[in-house]
């Protein structure tokens, strides 16, 4: 069963239980080929079992919670789940006391009856694209493990678990791509919200202007039924898509598509392109001259760097041996910007905002690649230059949805057997449901088998 709709009709028809889903999961974290022990940071392997077993006894009586009761899923590992520490990928916080409470996005999942099967791995406290973590390990992409490639991250083994069937999905955090880019690199669908839908409260913070809470799954009908419950919605819809028959996608010339992106990914980019123009969808080349300006209105480290520095500086001067010394040193440039440049960075986001809204309101979404480049090999980032250099690279298509305080989602479109390869769909602020019925129209029309 690939998606959550094959495991809910198979729950509802008796063909299969909850414990078994579950205990398949299990058995898939567990296997020594597998990723598993680079995936979770914590495996919530009785617990998750106990719940199963629950959720059965309720489907029997007739009273399960929801059509998805008994379902596995992950979270990643800096949300609160009561009685887990929550250490965001870091040693620093590994002794923190338990949570309390679990987080609302956490809460809303388990109400439904979903299985929290574990705590997804991630870069630790989620400062980069890359997926690399120091302390527990980096999982690998799906693609050439012999070669040993960058999951992408923040939310690395919320992809990766996603990816190989250690769940139907999970829940990540995008704050410039984190999402996207590690579902880019696994090959499956990553969606970020705008960001005020669902709440971050009960989620470690890196920057909580750009913060947003987004799921993981093998296809857009999996995120958008996680994304409407973790939102709040009581009775969550089927997604309908949007015909793709005059749908109007608008392809920015420049900032998503330069001299830089990989020759794989623009052959599946261009591949995709014509396979929507084919079946009716209009693709309208624009320009946005607004973005030239990002450089420079995040020079002084933007709202990532400053929020993130004023939530560390404390644990910093008590612990700052502990850190990642890459993420201490990205978290560090924050004490560097001053209380003005911060004003003027809230000033130049509002102004940009209300600037690009007034070129992309006429087209049902934006275009572009996830990411520029295919997932790369850990060896090249060993070397601090770059890391960084890499790192910007994964991150610079999507960190624009971000800045904006748009919705987006990543669709994998490379063929079996290649690199993968996400096509990036931005929408308007607050204009989720309409994007995900264009990426479910987009989603159909890539997956059909060509004439």
Same mark, same amino acid.
């Given at each position: ?14 063909? @299969? ?8 999961a ?22 998750a079992?106990?719940?199963?077993r ?13 059509? +998805? ?6 979270? !990643?590992?800096?949300f ?13 916080? !590994? ?31 989620? $400062? ?14 799906? +693609? ?31 704050? #410039? ?14 969606? !970020? ?11 470690l ?5 750009l ?6 799954a ?6 958008h039924?996680?994304d409407?419950?973790?939102s709040?919605? %009581? ?17 920015p ?12 990914? #623009?052959?599946? $980019? ?48 008590? !612990? ?14 924050g004490e ?6 911060? @004003? ?12 690009v ?5 006429? $087209? ?31 991150l ?6 971000? $800045? ?21 769909l931005?929408? %308007? ?13 987009v989603?159909?029309?890539?997956s059909?088998?060509?004439?």
């Open positions: 069963m690939q998606h959550i709709a094959d495991a809910a009709a198979a729950l509802a028809s008796g063909r @299969i239980s909850a414990e078994s889903l579950v205990d398949a299990l058995d898939r974290i567990a296997a020594p080929e597998g990723e598993g022990r680079r995936t979770f940071t914590a495996v919530h392997a009785e617990a079992r106990a719940e199963a629950a959720m059965d006894a309720l489907r029997h009586a007739g009273r399960a919670p929801s059509p +998805w009761a008994g379902i596995p899923i992950t979270v !990643k590992d800096l609160d789940e009561r009685g887990h520490p929550t250490p965001a990928g870091s040693v620093v916080l !590994k002794d923190a006391p338990a949570a309390a409470q679990d987080a609302p996005a956490v809460a809303r999942l388990r109400r439904m009856g979903f299985v929290v099967i574990g705590r997804t791995n991630m870069v630790e406290f989620a $400062f980069s694209g890359l997926g690399v973590n120091p302390h527990y390990g980096t999982p690998l992409s799906p +693609w050439d493990r012999a070669t040993g490639r960058l999951p992408g991250g923040s939310s690395s083994g919320a992809a990766v678990a996603a990816a190989d069937h250690m769940g139907f999905g999970g829940l990540g955090t995008d704050t #410039g791509g984190s999402c996207r880019v590690p579902a880019a690199l696994c090959g499956v669908v990553g969606y !970020k919200p705008t960001a005020r839908r669902v709440p971050i409260a009960g989620v913070p890196l920057a909580p202007s913060d947003s809470v987004g799921p993981l093998r296809s857009v009908a999996c995120c039924l996680l409407a419950v973790i709040g919605e %009581e009775n969550p819809a089927p997604l309908q898509a949007q015909p793709l028959a005059g749908l109007r996608l608008g392809l010339r420049r900032t998503f598509l330069t001299d830089d992106v990989d020759t794989t990914v #623009g052959n599946a $980019f261009q591949r995709a392109l014509s396979r929507l123009s084919a079946a009716g969808a209009r693709i309208e080349m624009f320009d946005i001259p607004e973005l030239a300006e990002l450089p420079a209105v995040n020079a002084t480290g933007g709202f990532a760097a400053s929020e993130a520095w004023a939530w560390h500086r404390s644990l910093i001067a008590e !612990k700052s041996s502990q850190y990642d010394p890459r993420i201490l040193a990205r978290i560090r440039r560097r910007m001053g209380a003005a440049d911060y @004003i003027d960075l809230v000033a130049a986001r509002a102004r940009l905002c209300e600037a809204a007034r070129r992309t309101r006429e $087209f049902d979404a934006m275009v572009t690649p996830t990411c520029p480049i295919i997932p790369p090999a850990l060896a090249e980032v060993e070397q601090e230059a770059e890391y960084n250099r890499i790192n910007l690279l994964l610079r298509n999507t960190a624009v949805g971000n $800045f904006l305080d748009r919705c987006s989602i990543s669709l994998p479109i490379h063929r079996p057997g290649e690199a993968p390869v996400g096509l990036m931005t929408g %308007e602020t607050m204009a989720d449901a309409a994007l995900f019925r264009t990426a479910a129209a989603e159909a029309a890539l059909e088998t060509p004439a």
